[in-house]
């Protein structure tokens, strides 16, 4: 599975009033690792970025006066991203700008261009319902270390997201789910599986007895909310 973490830069906050995309940034992801390939570009967009968005990631007019323009870079961007899932935080934001770039060259939509589009935004917050859920905070959560972001840049953001998601999905490997003709019931199957080959590890004391420690601590910082301890009888003196 080849997934593509994608963040953009841009002048504003509507692409309806003008504003455009000034920076792309893409991270590729193969069979849970970061490769080293990523596609990364500054874009002249021949207007000034509202100051706002200036503050934001710090890349002047002058700077971008003499980098390439979107349509410039499409064609090598489009040919990275079309065999990927493309991730994207808060993806719809990001969509609607690279769908106005598109539009402009008659290039047709952005989710067209690739195998699908996931909002890790989304699914953070399926995650972690009620807390916040921006890119500095995921990566507090999950202790990667973001130091070095003093402003927003699209490739740096789409590394670190990279990073954040895997942490997120660990264990989890694969988005797709086969709906086939179920009616939009999902289903799983895994086939035969032989029991047999399985090897039987005993367990002695020690372990027992830490494994009842690492539960008892994590039930106490769920303050007893947690579902073992409706299967699991606490263990008697």
């Not at 994608?6 to 893409?26: A, K, M």
């Not at 993806?91 to 690279?98: G, P, Q, S, V």
């Not at 067209?112 to 953070?124: E, I, N, R, T, W």
């Amino acid at each position: 599975m080849r997934y593509v973490v994608l963040d953009t830069e841009t002048t504003g906050l509507d692409p309806l009033q003008g504003h455009r995309v000034i920076e792309i940034g893409c991270v590729e992801i193969v069979n849970r690792r970061v490769t080293q390939r990523h596609f990364h570009t500054y874009l002249n967009p021949d207007r000034d970025s509202d100051p706002g968005a200036l503050e934001v990631h710090g890349l002047t007019t002058e700077f971008l006066s003499d980098k390439p323009r979107f349509e410039d870079k499409v064609d090598e961007f489009l040919d990275f991203i079309q065999d990927g899932h493309v991730i994207i935080h808060n993806a719809e934001f990001d969509i609607r700008f690279l769908n106005a770039e598109l539009a402009r060259l008659q290039r047709g939509s952005f989710r067209d261009k690739c195998l699908g589009v996931v909002d890790s935004l989304m699914h953070a917050r399926e995650l972690h319902p009620g807390k916040r859920n921006s890119l500095d905070s995921l990566c507090d959560r999950y202790g990667i270390s973001n130091a070095h972001r003093v402003l927003h840049g699209a490739l740096l953001d789409s590394e670190l997201l990279a990073e954040v998601w895997l942490a997120m999905t660990r264990g989890q490997d694969s988005l797709v789910i086969d709906l086939g003709d179920t009616g939009g019931q999902a289903t799983t199957s895994f086939g035969a599986f032989d029991t047999s080959v399985l090897q039987v590890v005993p367990v002695d004391e020690a372990d027992l007895a830490a494994h009842q420690a690492y539960l008892a601590g994590l039930d106490k910082e769920s303050k007893g909310q947690t579902l073992w301890r409706k299967w699991e009888p606490l263990p008697t003196a």
